[in-house]
């Protein structure tokens, strides 16, 4: 069990990520700030299920916030996987 951890990551976009009291499959709380290339509209969505007690995610312009409640972590080494597998494939 970890008791914080922060991530960085750089995809459409620079991500920040930050994961408490969290071990490999389940998190109490982790929260993203993100600032992409394209803009989206603006949305608000709450959701509870689905691997997370409750999901707060709000977006508006280029800007992001996204934060889960007792949730299941983000695999990021999972993507890097799927990243590898496609690049042995061509």
Do not use: C
């Not at 394209?38 to 608000?44: D, K, R, V």
């Not at 280029?62 to 990243?83: A, H, I, M, P």
Request: charged share 25%.
């Amino acid at each position: 069990m970890k008791l914080i951890s922060f991530k960085r990551r750089e995809d459409y976009g620079t991500e920040l990520y930050v994961m408490v009291l969290h071990n490999k499959r389940w998190a109490l709380l982790q929260a993203s700030v993100s600032w992409n290339e394209y803009a989206g509209w603006p949305y608000i969505q709450l959701k509870s299920g689905t691997g997370s007690l409750l999901n707060l995610m709000f977006w508006a312009y280029k800007l992001g916030f996204d934060v889960d409640v007792f949730s299941r972590t983000w695999n990021f080494e999972y993507l890097k996987d799927l990243d590898v597998e496609e690049d042995e494939e061509t």
